[in-house]
């Protein structure tokens, strides 16, 4: 399974990696997890590989492109 990380700040979102690798008891082989640090650089990682993600975690709240306008490119 692989998880989309996509918070501003990198402490959340280091936080939220954790919370994430903590659900899977740690075990690498049962999920990938990538963590992006702004909607622009998730939204250009989704053109390259549109299915890549099967769970996105976004914060609401970024500069650019928030986390509802990146939902929306997702979709």
């Given amino acids: 399974m692989n998880i989309a990380v996509c918070d501003d700040n990198l402490y959340m979102a280091t936080k939220i990696e954790e919370i994430i ?3 899977f008891q740690g075990d ?3 999920y990938r997890c990538e963590v992006f640090l702004s909607g ?3 939204a250009a990682e989704i053109e390259k590989e549109p299915f890549k ?3 996105y975690a976004l914060d609401i709240e970024m500069k650019e492109l928030n986390g509802l306008e990146t939902a929306a ?3």
Avoid: G, M, T
């Fill in 21 to 23: 690798s903590d659900c």
């Fill in 28 to 30: 690498a082989n049962q």
């Fill in 40 to 42: 622009e650089e998730l």
């Fill in 53 to 55: 993600y099967q769970i």
């Fill in 73 to 75: 490119k997702i979709r």
